[in-house]
């Protein structure tokens, strides 16, 4: 028996996608609630690992720093359903503001009444704040680790920042979503967080599909042209720069989609969203799914989080060790990732060692002859 | 000018803790490229030591040279960590180097086990392990070389394992039974004392100074001479710069580099566990008292240019001055009658959060105008 290359044909794309779109509408009535929860969390989570891919998969740039995007995309959203619940308290602004003493909205908060502002600066703010960044770093050709650094650092700048800021943003606590409105219904009620689950999922394939789009063609080139000689790509005429910032603006508008949704379905958003470990897990999803592959980021996000969340309801303390165990394992033994295993050589590797044979692939002319096919 | 001098005195401090941090940091990272996330463990198991050690020197036995314990500690923290960094390299981070992504990827899953280790371990049988990993490491280093030159070294090799092994399983029973306070596995922070002679405060030309914090400072201006020797005298850190400036002509030259890589990482990594003793006797000890650290220490070592102690030692002073100027707000009493606009920024940002943020956001500001830190390598590369 020999093996060859696995290929997909279109029918076994088309019946793949229907088999998807079926359990995405079938999913409500299958899963109990909590769990169905649970999945629209983590497929919002894969919007935030798409993004990672292009930037980290696709152009080399390993950002320890999404969770500021995610998270700002998460505040812009919560923040406006929090104003625009707030009827009943005093001043007509969120509760919490009583707390610290506040009695007018601050006035960077005023353009959140507007549900159209909202709806734009959810991907719009964090994809300027990451072009900002990205293009002062890039500028002055900060790259590899030292970039992960800066990003790392930048993400502590927001998480301290974002704690510190009670008046202004309730500090440590966050704000609730739960328990706000949303054209009529309460946020946190089944059935929108029913419409929420569909949302997310019609978004993951919109940001897909976008995903796969950017990486295609000339501009998808240049992207792996920086990964993989950056020098060149400048010597052949190429800024990098400019490159650089739109891929890495790209994916902080990603991450603030996803963060928008995450947070309306977990119902609040805190300054644990920029935490130091949950933008470093954001990269293991990718790495574990297979970093330039864009599926593997989405497969990986979803199901090391669902892992996740087994793992710790049955074995509460063993989850380190296994997240820990799979950062190693999959820079020592799979650097491609599952999916890249699986696209590769992988397969077929693993059934050699099993005693399948191997169709080596030849020149033409050697294959006619027998004798020297070894 | 007493509250400059104040001002001075805590910024030193606080650099210096800084520093005895970032040192290890810098040395791994500027001389081999590596990012080790998990720095900020291994100065855990640095502080972790020093608890025990503590601990173990509370028995009856040891009981008369309870004041020493400290100094004990430093050189155990050393040890420990160090032992821990090699296998650390010997195992993971020898398989990726010219790749720091990957290595920034696998230290920080072997930081996330250290963490759990340390919780869902009992610190006695923790004790035992590193015993055991110690003795096994270096039993065999100490055979005579008729031993190690014949063929049956594996199996001399292999029995000092498994006597390291027994060694560890023994003392780390013997440990849990008599110090009750290392017996269980817990999550819960510990708190280290510091001896008699080290409570207290001194004054320094009218300023209070306590006592711990002259302690650290000493121990890093230790650290730092003696690493500044090692590396400038010894001939092994003359192999250490030969492997920095030129991996592949230093080996071609007779120098091994794969020891040069497990000494540097040692080293480094046990100037981790120095630093781990420094921050013990600063505040109490838990699984998380690393992470902390680490981006610090990483900004330290990006400001003052890679693979240069004097940077490292001038970002690292430089942030602590500039963190307690900024953090509590000195400025203001310095200059009391500021206009109300800039007073209010001060005021905004003297918090010790706040200060964290100023400090990074000057940083990044700095890396505009020298991208490659405060004394940049000289090189006519393109890439680095």
């Known amino acids: ?374 | 000018m007493e509250l400059l001098l104040d001002s001075l005195f805590n910024g030193v401090a606080i650099g210096s803790v800084l520093l005895v941090a970032a040192l290890g940091l810098a040395i791994v990272f500027g001389l081999m490229g590596v990012i080790n996330l998990a720095h900020g463990e291994l100065m855990m198991l640095g502080a972790y030591t020093t608890y025990v050690t503590q601990l173990i020197f509370k028995l009856p036995i040891l009981k008369p040279f309870y004041n020493s314990y400290i100094i004990v500690s430093i050189f155990l923290a050393f040890i420990v960590s160090g032992v821990v960094g090699i296998i650390l390299e010997k195992t993971i981070i020898r398989k990726l180097y010219g790749s720091p992504l990957e290595t920034l990827l696998a230290t920080w899953g072997v930081s996330l086990i250290l963490q759990q280790f340390v919780r869902s371990v009992p610190l006695a049988y923790g004790t035992g392990l590193v015993i055991s990993l110690i003795i096994g490491l270096f039993l065999p280093t100490t055979f005579p070389s008729k031993i190690k030159e014949s063929i049956n070294f594996k199996y001399f090799k292999f029995s000092s394992w498994i006597f390291a092994a027994l060694t560890g399983v023994l003392t780390g029973s013997v440990i849990s039974s008599t110090v009750s306070k290392l017996s269980r596995a817990s999550a819960r922070n510990v708190d280290v004392t510091a001896p008699s002679w080290m409570r207290g405060q001194v004054e320094i030309i009218g300023t209070a100074f306590p006592k711990t914090r002259l302690m650290i400072i000493v121990i890093t201006l230790i650290s730092v001479i003696a690493i500044t020797l090692f590396l400038n005298q010894s001939s092994w850190g003359m192999r250490i710069r030969a492997v920095t400036q030129n991996r592949q002509m230093s080996d071609c030259l007779g120098i091994s580099t794969e020891k040069v890589d497990i000494i540097t990482f040692g080293i480094g990594s046990g100037l981790a566990g120095v630093a781990g003793v420094a921050v013990s006797l600063l505040g109490s000890v838990g699984p998380n008292v690393g992470g902390n650290y680490i981006v610090g220490c990483f900004m330290v070592v990006v400001l003052g240019g890679v693979g240069n102690l004097l940077g490292t030692v001038l970002a690292s002073f430089g942030i602590g001055i500039m963190t307690d100027l900024i953090g509590a707000g000195r400025l203001l009493s310095i200059w009391p009658d500021m206009p109300l606009p800039l007073s209010n920024t001060i005021n905004f940002f003297a918090t010790t959060s706040m200060a964290r943020v100023m400090i990074f956001a000057l940083i990044v500001i700095f890396l505009q105008f020298k991208p490659t830190g405060l004394f940049p390598q000289k090189g006519r590369m393109v890439e680095n």
């Open chain 1, 1 to 374: 028996m020999t093996l060859s290359k696995i290929k997909f044909d279109k029918k076994i794309v088309l019946s793949f996608w229907i088999i998807l779109i079926a359990l995405i509408i079938a999913a409500p009535t299958l899963l109990p609630v909590f769990r169905l929860n649970l999945l629209g969390r983590y497929l919002s989570l894969s919007i935030v690992a798409l993004g990672v891919d292009l930037i980290w998969g696709y152009t080399g740039l390993l950002s320890l720093g999404q969770g500021i995007f995610f998270a700002l995309g998460g505040y812009c959203a919560a923040m406006y359903l929090q104003i625009t619940s707030s009827s009943e308290f005093p001043n007509n602004i969120p509760e919490f503001f009583a707390l610290y003493g506040v009695e007018k909205l601050p006035f960077f908060w005023e353009p959140f009444r507007s549900p159209v502002f909202t709806f734009f600066a959810i991907w719009t703010i964090p994809a300027l704040v990451a072009g900002l960044i990205g293009f002062l770093v890039f500028r002055n050709r900060i790259k590899g680790v030292y970039f992960s650094i800066l990003t790392q650092a930048s993400l502590l700048v927001f998480f301290n920042f974002f704690n510190g800021q009670q008046k202004l943003i309730n500090g440590t606590n966050g704000l609730k979503t739960d328990v706000t409105l949303l054209f009529g219904q309460m946020v946190g009620s089944e059935s929108m967080q029913r419409m929420f689950f569909w949302l997310t999922s019609i978004l993951v394939i919109a940001a897909w599909f976008f995903a796969k789009w950017v990486v295609k063609g000339r501009f998808g080139n240049i992207l792996i042209g920086i990964r993989d000689d950056e020098p060149r790509v400048r010597f052949t005429g190429y800024n990098p720069v400019i490159f650089k910032t739109i891929i890495f603006s790209i994916a902080g508008g990603l991450a603030g989609i996803s963060g928008a949704l995450y947070t309306v379905q977990s119902g609040i958003v805190s300054p644990q969203f920029m935490t130091v470990p949950f933008s470093i897990e954001m990269v293991i999803w990718v790495a574990v799914g297979g970093r330039g592959t864009l599926l593997g980021a989405i497969l990986g996000a979803v199901l090391i989080n669902y892992a996740k969340s087994l793992v710790s309801e049955a074995l509460p303390a063993s989850w380190m060790f296994i997240q820990g165990g799979m950062f190693i394992l999959v820079v020592t033994a799979l650097p491609e990732g599952v999916l890249g295993w699986i696209q590769g050589d992988g397969p077929r590797n693993l059934l050699q060692r099993f005693g399948f044979k191997r169709k080596i692939e030849t020149y033409p002319s050697l294959e006619v002859n027998n004798n020297e096919e070894n």
